[in-house]
């Protein structure tokens, strides 16, 4: 099964986005060690929030807001994709990778499957192949 991982940082903290020689070689370390098990999918890391928007849909229609996020006490910084054999193995990865930060948090989602999804709505896909797309953007 496949599992997010988003990690997200206090953009107020100086290391947030300027780290060090010693985090680098141990992201570095963590993340080679990761992909060379086959549990890492995919990983990157996201610029400050000055450089993203945030485009939001109501019944008045599309707001984009810039950034920087100054209302946002955490951003996101980036995230993995784990191919792991549990949510139990998921939290013991997400958790190593927390370590290496100062302050984070890392939250753990399970990736919605196209199989997990109920039979009426898989039978509604129509041509719509989403399993052939889902499975194409895995290879």
């Known amino acids: 099964m496949r599992y997010l991982l988003i990690h997200k940082l206090d953009e107020s903290l100086p290391e947030a986005w300027n780290p ?3 985090f680098v ?11 060379e098990s086959g549990v890492l999918l995919a990983a990157e890391g996201v610029h400050d929030s000055s450089e993203g928007a945030v485009i939001r849909k109501s019944a008045a229609g599309l707001a984009v807001t810039d950034g920087p996020f100054t209302e946002a006490r955490e951003v996101i910084g980036g995230f993995a994709v ?9 939290i013991e990865l997400g958790q190593r ?28 896909q129509g041509s719509h192949d989403i399993e052939t797309v889902q499975g194409g953007l895995r290879s």
């Open 20 to 22: 060090s020689p010693e």
């Open 25 to 35: 070689d141990a992201m570095g370390a963590f993340m080679t060690e990761c992909a």
């Open 82 to 90: 784990l191919q792991v054999d549990s949510r139990e193995q998921a």
């Open 97 to 124: 990778f927390a370590d290496l930060f100062g302050e984070v948090s890392v939250e753990v989602r399970r990736v919605m499957e196209f199989e997990d999804l109920p039979a009426d709505i898989r039978d509604q």
